[in-house]
């Protein structure tokens, strides 16, 4: 069980906008800490998608976006693309734990 | 090109001790806090710990799964990171991760995540 819970998976047609969700508590989301994401294409490593809640870096498509309130934050993809496929991933501090975390990663489906 | 290679992977029986390397090229890797990070068989990302920077006397920190029995260590001379693995369980099987901690300043925050990352190195516990 995740300290960061997401949904195991989402799906949308090509050209279409999805949302991955990511809950938190008050001991990391809603402590203040920044979230990022990450994206895990199929057998490769994580890569940055969005740092401090909703900034992309530098190569990352405007199509992303990140955004957080309260203990929850969210990573929204429009015009879906079939080499979005993959599992995606946020990540905070947790105080309570004095560790990093993950969520349990969320696979998107492009139909 | 910015870039970290993990090896020293392979087969161990419980009980037994693994060394994983991470080497580093491309940038300073004296100027950055690194971590590990790892990925079970179909599973999700765990982090497994982090070392500092010199300024900040090399200062690690673990996961409670893991602290007691792993060790993170670096050498800057040779952009090198190092995971000692002890007393290994079968529950520590998984592809093990190097990360790069950056800073990322926007509308006057910074932010620290991990912006590079390895290939990854599969450790296999089982007897």
């Known amino acids: 069980q995740s300290v960061l819970t997401q949904p195991p998976s989402v799906s949308g047609a090509p050209g279409q906008r999805v949302t991955i969700s990511c809950t938190g508590s008050s001991s990391n989301i809603g402590a203040g800490f920044d979230v990022h994401w990450y994206q895990q294409l199929p057998r490769t490593a994580p890569k940055l998608l969005i740092y401090?809640?909703?900034y992309r870096p530098s190569g990352v498509p405007d199509r992303f976006s990140g955004s957080k309130s309260g203990t929850s934050a969210s990573l929204a993809i429009t015009g879906l693309q079939a080499e979005d496929e993959a599992d995606y991933y946020c990540?905070?501090?947790?105080?309570?734990?004095?560790?990093?975390?993950f969520g349990g990663g969320t696979k998107l489906t492009v139909l | 090109e910015v870039q970290l290679v993990e090896s020293g992977g392979g087969l161990v029986q419980p009980g037994g001790s693994l060394r994983l390397s991470c080497a580093a090229s491309?940038?300073?890797?004296?100027?950055?806090?690194m971590d590990w990070v790892r990925q079970a068989p179909g599973k999700g990302l765990e982090w497994v710990g982090r070392t500092r920077d010199k300024a900040n006397s090399y200062t690690t920190e673990y996961a409670a799964s893991v602290k007691g029995r792993f060790t993170i260590s670096r050498d800057d001379s040779k952009n090198s990171l190092y995971l000692q693995m002890n007393s290994l369980k079968t529950e520590d099987t998984a592809v093990y991760y190097c990360?790069?901690?950056?800073?990322?300043?926007?509308?006057?925050?910074?932010?620290?995540?991990?912006?590079?990352w390895g290939q990854g190195t599969m450790v296999t516990v089982s007897s």
């Open positions: 491309g940038f300073t890797f004296s100027d950055h806090y």
């Open positions: 990540q905070a501090y947790d105080n309570s734990l004095s560790a990093w975390v």
């Open positions: 401090g809640n909703s």
């Open positions: 990360a790069r901690v950056n800073k990322y300043c926007s509308d006057g925050t910074c932010y620290y995540p991990f912006d590079i």
